[in-house]
């Protein structure tokens, strides 16, 4: 299947720093990426979805202005979490669509573990 | 967006076959089934895709009745490397996928 990669795997940081989680296709091209959030024992929570070369579409109740998302190319988006905090604590997961045969398959990251002290 | 609807937990014992029910009443014409597998602390992983009838492949068997309102993932004989969560979702195409609970199958030896 296509391959989704995710960078950093892992994040620590203080609270009220930022940080820039990047999410690749590495064998094909997806104009289109979703962001998820996933607590511990949850199912994932659709975040966003990142459009390449327009701006993000958010889902209810996710802040767009803590959660910078941006799709510079056709194979890289990136999810900003601004001026973190504990509770922004989480595993971040992409995803991309991508064509395979007669249908088209949405594959995911290996996801990033954030934690925020 | 079809919602997906399945058991919150199983439990099984390896080598036996699991059968996993997913419900999705509100399917659009254009949406496929699709089964992911997660292990905890990684993202999903794609299992099995299909729209109508049985679909098989090295690691499961979808099937899928002519309402397309339900489908079963099967998993022959189990092993404990399949303790995991297994989420079943439906869209077309670019459309955002709205996850479910998942179904938690837990292996017993």
């Known amino acids: 299947g296509a391959v989704v990669s995710q960078h950093p795997s892992r994040v620590i940081c203080k609270s009220g720093t930022s940080v820039k989680i990047e999410c690749r296709s590495l064998d094909f091209q997806a104009t289109t990426m979703f962001w998820y959030r996933q607590f511990p024992k949850q199912s994932l929570m659709l975040m966003a979805t990142?459009?390449?070369?327009?701006?993000?579409?958010?889902e209810q109740g996710v802040e767009k202005d803590k959660f910078l998302i941006n799709h510079a190319s056709l194979t890289l988006s990136t999810l900003t979490v601004t001026s973190a905090h504990p509770e922004d604590s989480s595993f971040y997961i992409c995803s991309a669509w991508t064509s395979g045969g007669r249908t088209d398959t949405q594959y995911f990251g290996p996801g990033t573990r954030l934690t925020v002290l | 967006l079809a919602k997906t609807t399945q058991p919150i937990s199983m439990d099984s014992y390896e080598g036996q076959e699991v059968n996993i029910t997913c419900s999705h009443n509100n399917i659009a014409t254009n949406d496929y089934i699709t089964w992911y597998q997660q292990f905890p602390s990684q993202g999903p992983r794609f299992i099995i895709q299909g729209y109508k009838t049985k679909v098989t492949n090295e690691v499961a068997s979808l099937f899928i009745p002519a309402d397309r309102k339900s489908s079963t993932l099967s998993l022959p004989r189990v092993s404990l490397s399949d303790t995991a969560v297994y989420y079943c979702l439906v869209g077309f195409n670019t459309d955002k996928l709205i996850f479910g609970t998942g179904t938690r199958l837990q292996v017993f030896p």
């Open positions: 990142s459009n390449e070369g327009s701006k993000a579409t958010y």
